[in-house]
């Protein structure tokens, strides 16, 4: 996305795309300033900024995408099911985390009754073949690495159980934001307009696939393909503006499982004006293999 | 040339052409250069993971 908006806008080359595996990863280089914004989990974001770290929440990375995956031929049918079970989750600052607990407390199962471990993303395919885990609960294209490997079965979505479910949401610095909010507002636009295209339809969402898988995600495009196209709405890309309300959720559910000490107002860890900013942009205007963007 | 120093030779070339590789395949030269420029003519550094 951001060497899209350094090769399409006008702006010229203003970003460095840092590919990482983990959240901590991501936590540790955006205080330290090795990076100065970064797609993470919301929870985390929220953590951070109630902890004092100097950043803002000022965007979505997408809508929807994760999803609770059991074994091929497990027991668990339900998610009464998940009852005793291990299940693994990419932190405990994460929504997926938060799905899960929401789920459980909504069938009144304490959740002292799952076990869950942290695991990086990539590594919960594996874990799940070798029964290691007895479920995870992650954002694509983990979900679909493992139906399509043929050794698992997602037994909910997030999005079945938590309308507008959110998870990755884009956070900046805040001296970034003080020193240079054009670039930020840049940023913003060219995610905004990343995301109404890949919305526009299927041929968008499997070009898009090809070229992330290959050259960014380094995966198998036929998992990003799966991921965005099976079906349409499973991962969504609009809209991307972060809403007060469903943030309060987040903030509610973080308070009840521990992750959050106190209660942090939204203003106080989302800058809202890059998305109001970015409200009226529209679409790339890019055909599928040719080469030319405006 | 004597065995020791075709020996000696070839280690030394070896080691030049693992540097080299090395330097052009594991050294990210867009985050090093870019720490050289001024704070605010810098390029972004924006993380990712690969998840939606």
Known sequence: ????????SDHGNLFIPRLFQGFPEIKEALMSDKIQAGFMVAPMAIALRAQGVPVRIVYLGHRYGSAVVVGKDSAIRSPADLRGRTIAIPSRFSNERLVVYKVLRDLAIPPDEVRLVEMAPPD??????SSA????????PFPSQAEIGGFGRVLFHAKDVWPDYTSCVLVVRQDVIDRRPETVQILV???????IWLDDGRENREHAAEFVGRFYYRQDPKLLRWALTNPLDRVKYTPLTPYKDEFDLIVDLMLETETLDRHIEFSEYVDAQFAEGAKHQTAWKY?????RAE | MSANRRILTGVAVW???VTALHFAWNVNWSVITNDLVPLDKRKLNVAYIPVT
């Open chain 2, 15 to 17: 080691v030049v052409l």
């Open chain 1, 124 to 129: 919960v395919a594996g874990a799940l073949a």
């Open chain 1, 189 to 195: 636009d060219g995610i905004a307009r990343s995301g």
């Open chain 1, 287 to 291: 055909k599928p293999g040719s080469g």
């Open chain 1, 1 to 8: 996305m951001t060497d899209y908006i350094s090769a399409y």
């Open chain 1, 133 to 140: 885990i007895d479920a995870f609960s992650m954002g694509e």
